[in-house]
Each structure stands twice: as structure tokens, then as C-alpha cells.
């Protein structure tokens, strides 16, 4: 969702964003669900930047780590929080 704030070339924007970690990493899943918000701005009618920062809904550690988690009963909870920088060009 995006929220133009009218003749200032600025907005707003939060919504649901999706993370895959590229990495080969055993112990945690691949896919993440964040909820993100940000701001932006339009430099010119096709130039844009715009920053973003992603909290992660999800839990990172795979059923593997749940069985360390018990063993040594403690609870493990991991979330990769995001922050984006982008420079962009519609066309």
C-alpha cells in the first residue's frame, strides 16, 4: 500500500514483504514474511528512491533446531529484521 502525500512528491508505503535466505544455512527456513513500512520519493515523474525497513513475522529455526531446543529446554526464536535503500526508474 502506498499513500502519496498530494503535491510533495512524497509517500508512504507498508504492507506484507517475502524474504528468502539464498544461503545454505541447515537449521533455518528458507522463507520469511515480514511486515514492512517505508518512505519514498520522487525525484523526477520516472526517478525514484525510496527506504524500507521489514520486521520479521516468522521464525527462522527449522524442526532440526526444535529438537536442540528441547534437549536443553530453552525456546529458540530467530527473525531477521530488513532494511532496504533503493534508488529506481519507471519505464
Not at 512524497?10 to 514474511?33: K, M, R, S
Not at 525525484?43 to 533446531?65: C, H, P, Q, V
Not at 531446543?69 to 530453552?74: L, P
Amino acid at each position: 500500500m502506498q499513500y502519496y502525500i498530494e503535491n510533495s512528491g512524497f509517500y508512504l508505503q507498508a504492507g506484507p514483504q517475502a524474504t528468502i535466505v539464498l544461503e545454505d544455512v541447515p537449521t533455518t527456513n528458507e522463507f520469511g514474511l515480514d511486515a514492512a513500512f517505508g518512505v519514498g520519493y520522487h525525484i523526477t515523474k520516472d526517478f525514484f528512491i525510496e527506504a524500507r525497513y521489514g520486521i520479521e513475522l516468522t521464525n527462522r529455526y527449522s524442526d532440526e533446531s526444535i529438537e536442540f531446543a528441547e534437549q536443553y529446554d530453552t525456546d529458540i526464536k530467530s527473525g531477521v529484521n530488513t532494511l532496504m535503500v533503493g534508488v529506481g526508474y519507471k519505464f
